[in-house]
């Protein structure tokens, strides 16, 4: 069991950036692919980065491509996601996520996929 708890949303004029950190809990973070995915209101969940158990690989929306990087800190427990150049379409709730993954060194895009989720946190990027 894997419980993950975002911070580092917030209110932030168009072109600004924000860091959001995904604290999980458990001593086996590093088996773990994270992911990141957003809801905006009347939305369904999308897809936003991707990192390998490693962290060498990364993977992302076309739309955050070139703006967002996705890292983790396996000896802190963490993943975050640097959001730069925001745009008012980022404005979402983004939900961190974890997939047990002990023999694969890839990423993945999709949400059924992911195992665990944690409640979010509110981004909102004013024009």
């Known amino acids: 069991q894997v419980q993950l708890v975002e911070s580092g949303g917030g209110l932030v004029q168009a072109g600004g950036s924000l860091r959001l950190s995904c604290a999980a809990s458990?001593?086996?973070?590093?088996?773990?692919?994270m992911g990141w995915f957003r809801q905006a209101p009347g939305k369904g969940r999308e897809f936003v980065a991707s990192?390998?158990?490693?962290?060498?690989?990364?993977s992302y929306a076309d739309s955050v491509k070139g703006r967002f990087t996705i890292s983790r800190d396996n000896a802190k427990n963490t993943v975050y996601l640097q959001m730069n150049s925001l745009k008012p379409e980022d404005t979402a709730v983004y939900h961190c996520?974890?997939?047990?993954?002990?023999?694969?060194?890839?990423?993945?895009?999709?949400?059924?996929?992911?195992?665990?989720w944690g409640q979010g946190t509110q981004v909102t990027v004013s024009s």
């Open positions: 996520a974890a997939k047990g993954a002990l023999w694969y060194s890839g990423t993945y895009s999709r949400y059924n996929e992911y195992d665990y």
């Open positions: 458990g001593r086996t973070f590093s088996t773990y692919v």
């Open positions: 990192i390998s158990r490693s962290g060498a690989s990364t």
